[in-house]
C-alpha cells in the first residue's frame, strides 16, 4: 500500500513545479495564458505521476539500467508539455527534459523519505572506541628543549 503516499507525493510536487512552469512559462514566452491553465496541470501532473509512481525513477538508475524507461518517461513528459500544457515544440522540449531530469529528482527523494522505513536506532550504536590520540604524557615540546625542561637544572 505504499503506492498511494508515493503517488499523492509525487502528484504534489509535480503539479506545484508544472504550475509554476506553465504560469510562468506561458506569460512571459507568449503573454497569454492557456485556457483551464489548473485543469491542465492537474491532467498532466497526474499523468506524469502515474508514470513516476509505475517506474519509481531515481538519479542513481536513470541513466544506467533503467535508461529504456528514462527515455519512455521523457517522450511523455515532452507529449505532456507540447499537448496539455499547450507549449511550441521547442519550448516543450526544453521545458520538459530539464523538468524531468530536477523534478524526478527531488521528488524521488521526498518519497522514498516517505515510503522507506526509519532505520532502528539501537542497531546504529556502536561500542565506545579508542581514543584517536595518546594520551599526553605531560611533556609537549618538541625535541631538546623536552630534554632540557626535563632535567632537574632547568628548573
Do not use: C
Not at 509512481?53 to 542513481?60: A, G, I, K, L, V
Not at 532502528?120 to 556502536?126: G, H, I, K, L, S
Request: hydrophobic share 50%.
Amino acid at each position: 500500500m505504499s503506492f498511494l503516499p508515493a503517488f499523492l507525493a509525487y502528484w504534489f510536487i509535480l503539479f506545484v513545479v508544472s504550475y509554476i512552469l506553465v504560469e510562468y512559462g506561458h506569460r512571459y514566452i507568449y503573454d497569454e495564458l492557456p485556457k483551464y491553465t489548473s485543469l491542465r496541470v492537474a491532467a498532466g501532473s497526474l499523468i506524469l505521476a502515474i508514470m513516476l509512481t509505475w517506474t519509481r525513477s531515481s538519479f542513481e538508475t536513470m541513466f544506467t539500467t533503467d535508461l529504456k524507461w528514462t527515455v519512455l518517461q521523457a517522450i511523455l513528459w515532452v507529449g505532456v508539455f507540447i499537448v496539455i500544457y499547450a507549449f511550441q515544440p521547442v519550448h516543450g522540449l526544453g521545458f520538459a527534459l530539464a523538468t524531468m531530469v530536477i523534478a524526478t529528482g527531488v521528488a524521488t527523494i521526498a518519497v522514498d523519505t516517505m515510503t522507506k522505513p526509519a532505520p532502528d536506532e539501537r542497531a546504529q550504536f556502536t561500542a565506545p572506541r579508542a581514543p584517536l590520540r595518546k594520551e599526553s604524557t605531560g611533556n609537549i615540546l618538541p625535541g631538546k628543549a623536552a630534554a632540557k625542561a626535563a632535567t632537574p637544572e632547568a628548573k
